[in-house]
């Protein structure tokens, strides 16, 4: 059995990343943790997201890990099935993110809690949408390499409690249908992807989404395909409970691992920097 202690809920990383910088995050191990996962991106620690590079933990040496963020594990299922069925060329993704803990409710001084933070960060988050920064698209090339240089990724934080979405945006090698990108996604919600990526056929809307335990839901009434290789593709998520649950599973995974349970592929996992 896995002890786990957790200390705070909501947007769970971002408040113990301020806290914990990642120097020090090794006190944790000095005071008798044995493992020790960032809920947030990080630049020091390996990045893992559940069922897309979890199994390239390393028991011997991955003391400290990073499960990224809500949004790039939103993203990831959805990149790797892309690429690889289809080889991304490019990928455009674009965050409409719910209001998160870190925004002011009416206009005024925001503190500066990482570089990407811009001043309209500060603004009303219940009065406007916000275009921001997200290190998703910097993630995504960590976790799948060889996409560095492809992808890039843009937030809008609009005025809703809770449930998010990735709308991306896909330039493929392979000519594809849209049939074809909806099969591909079926298969892996039904296989390799199942608890990790839901699939909809239904005209949802963000509500319907809100406790998913899914990282993601494939909307599929909401796809356009532009041509053969220019595909969109949307994917839901409630932004607090779909990635408390992959958290949930990594830590499960890591203790299954660290005792052999689990084969690892021990595969070098480059740092985040954002």
């Given at each position: ?7 705070g ?7 113990c ?12 191990i000095?005071?008798?943790a044995?493992r020790v ?22 028991p ?15 993203a990831?299922p959805?990149v790797?099935?892309?690429?690889d069925n289809?080889?991304?060329?490019e990928?455009m993704i ?8 870190s925004?002011?409710?009416?206009d ?10 811009l ?11 916000i275009?921001?920064?997200t ?16 992808i ?11 449930v998010?979405?990735?709308d991306?945006?896909?330039r ?13 996604m079926k298969e ?18 963000s ?14 009434k909401?796809g ?7 595909i ?8 607090e409970?779909?990635y ?7 830590i ?5 691992a ?7 592929t ?9």
């Amino acid at each position: 059995m896995a002890v786990v202690g957790i200390n705070g809920f909501g947007r769970i990383g971002r408040m113990c990343l301020r806290a914990c910088l990642e120097k020090r995050i090794e006190l944790h191990i000095d005071g008798g943790a044995r493992r020790v996962i960032i809920t947030a991106p990080s630049v020091d620690a390996p990045m893992l997201v559940f069922g897309v590079n979890h199994t390239c933990y390393n028991p011997k040496k991955d003391g400290v890990v990073s499960a990224t963020s809500c949004t790039t594990n939103c993203a990831a299922p959805i990149v790797k099935i892309m690429h690889d069925n289809f080889e991304v060329l490019e990928a455009m993704i674009t965050s409409i993110h719910a209001v998160t803990a870190s925004q002011n409710t009416l206009d005024g001084p925001i503190e500066k809690q990482r570089p990407t933070t811009l001043w309209r960060d500060g603004r009303g988050a219940l009065q406007n949408i916000i275009p921001t920064a997200t290190g998703a698209g910097k993630s995504l090339t960590k976790i799948i390499p060889e996409l560095k240089g492809k992808i890039s990724a843009i937030a809008f934080r609009v005025p809703i409690p809770n449930v998010s979405l990735c709308d991306m945006t896909f330039r493929v090698n392979k000519p594809t249908t849209y049939e074809e990108v909806k099969e591909a996604m079926k298969e892996a919600a039904d296989g390799s992807l199942r608890d990790v990526l839901g699939y909809t056929e239904d005209d949802c809307v963000s509500s319907d989404f809100n406790h998913t335990t899914y990282s993601c839901v494939f909307d599929v009434k909401a796809g356009i395909p532009q041509t053969s290789t220019f595909i969109k593709i949307v994917a839901w998520y409630d932004n607090e409970y779909g990635y408390s649950y992959r958290i949930a599973d990594l830590i499960q995974y890591m203790h299954n691992a660290d005792i052999g349970n689990v084969p690892v592929t021990g595969q070098v996992i480059e740092h985040g920097d954002d």
